[in-house]
């Protein structure tokens, strides 16, 4: 089990060291090809019209460069070191180092991201794809990315672009006005910071999401959750809605697949409840690993008790990638034992994703028991709730619907 990053005293002389991952290899540039292979395709938009062209560029100093601005949420140390406070990692950063992230480093003692802008991935999504049911069903959403990750996830499906250096990956200037500027020309009435981990890329999304604001375009994030909680709060002001990945109920499975901790993903979720953003959760269930009863039965138990049981929960079916591909695809069995369980706990919104084709990926009224929602794969085949309610009795549904 690798071990959970250790913190250092807090006025080190050097930065601490880190063992040589796959992660290391991707940022001098090794198996980089590989990740501009996979990206390339996401650049072109939806109706195939093409954003400016993805390219190499190069990272520069601050003030010669568009994408490097100055970061927020980080505390000066002696001797140009700092302490990022932007996530529970808190990374101690001397000078012209990075944080754990790889896109925020240490300018003479000042701390800058440097991925303002700098879109690594751009895509036209149907909003299911996130996924977000009960965000305006059947609505395309602009979908944008930056490189980089606080987290390391043994099963990342987008590892080519969270486990990469900015520098080592195509991009494109998109700051936050023509950014909405090209999702409002495109017919999106959605926006979405995804892909990789938006909390690091947060100054670029925060812009985005308040210029969409100030547009009429509702700006929602996928997310990990790991974030202290004065930047969620702030994030939670401007954005619309957030989907968690909530990876585990055991904080030994974040220690050894994600290089992270529980503690902070609950806490995340339970605040973006409380602040009133609209929420949904996603479970990843991966055999052998995080796909027990008891674990699932504490996860809706969870949920139900500190969030409540209208917050749409997603189990998703796992495909072996990245570091985890000696394990099988998750069984359908597995995936309605856990749809099953979390159903009997007395959540109201339950969905089982990745696996098309079946029931489980519609909406049942609560009340009624009507089927108000029909999708097949990423397609609405029927919508019954009108004005927030169920078309049959009337019951209110929870989400955003206008």
């Known amino acids: 089990m690798p071990e959970a990053p250790q913190k250092p005293d807090p006025k080190p002389d050097a930065p601490p060291p880190r063992r040589i991952s796959r992660r290391d290899l991707l940022k001098i540039g090794i198996g980089a090809a590989a990740g501009l292979g996979a990206l390339g395709a996401l650049g072109r938009l939806g109706n ?17 460069s568009p994408y490097i601005r100055p970061a927020r949420y980080y505390e000066k140390l002696a001797n140009k070191f700092i302490k990022c406070q932007l996530c529970p990692k ?10 754990f992230c790889e896109v925020r480093e240490n300018h003479n003692g000042d701390y800058y991201t440097l991925v303002y802008g700098r879109a690594a ?32 996830c043994k099963n990342c499906q987008n590892w080519q672009l969270s486990q990469a250096r900015p520098e080592a990956l ?28 938006p909390i690091v890329f947060f100054e670029y999304l925060l812009d985005v999401a308040a210029e969409g604001n100030a547009r009429g375009l509702r700006t929602t994030m996928v997310s990990a959750g790991y974030i202290e909680r004065r930047p969620m709060i702030d994030l ?17 499975f974040y ?43 504490d996860l809706a138990k969870w949920i139900r008790t500190n969030v409540g049981p209208d917050v749409p929960l997603h189990f998703s079916r796992f495909h072996p990638q990245y570091k985890l591909t000696q394990l099988p695809p998750t069984p359908y069995d597995t995936l309605d034992r856990c749809y099953q369980i979390a159903r009997a706990e007395g959540l109201h919104y339950v969905y089982v994703g990745n696996l098309p084709g079946i029931p489980t990926q519609n909406t049942r009224c609560p009340k009624c028991g009507k089927e108000i929602i029909r999708r ?27």
């Open 376 to 402: 097949q794969n990423f397609r609405i085949l029927a919508n019954h709730v009108k004005q927030g309610r169920c078309e049959f009795c009337r019951q209110a549904i929870p989400g955003i619907w206008s």
């Open 236 to 252: 939670c002001r401007q954005l619309a809605a957030i989907k968690i990945d909530l990876k585990s109920m055991r904080d030994s």
């Open 255 to 297: 220690q050894s697949n994600c290089q992270g901790t529980l503690k902070p993903v609950l806490n995340s979720i339970a605040l973006v409840k409380e602040q009133g953003v609209w929420l949904e959760i996603v479970y990843l269930v991966i055999p052998t690993l995080n796909d027990s009863e008891t674990e699932i039965e």
């Open 48 to 64: 195939g019209e093409s954003i400016p062209a993805l390219r190499p560029v190069s990272i520069e100093k601050p003030g010669k």
């Open 121 to 152: 991935s751009v895509n036209i999504d149907p909003v299911e794809k996130k996924p977000l049911f009960h965000v305006l069903p059947g609505s395309p959403i602009f979908s944008f990315a930056a490189a980089g990750c606080n987290l390391e």
């Open 170 to 197: 195509p991009a494109t200037n998109l700051p936050p006005a023509k950014l909405v500027e090209t999702a409002q020309k495109q017919g999106c009435p959605l926006i979405a910071g995804t892909y990789s981990e």
């Open 90 to 99: 808190h990374c101690y950063v001397g000078q012209g180092g990075r944080g």
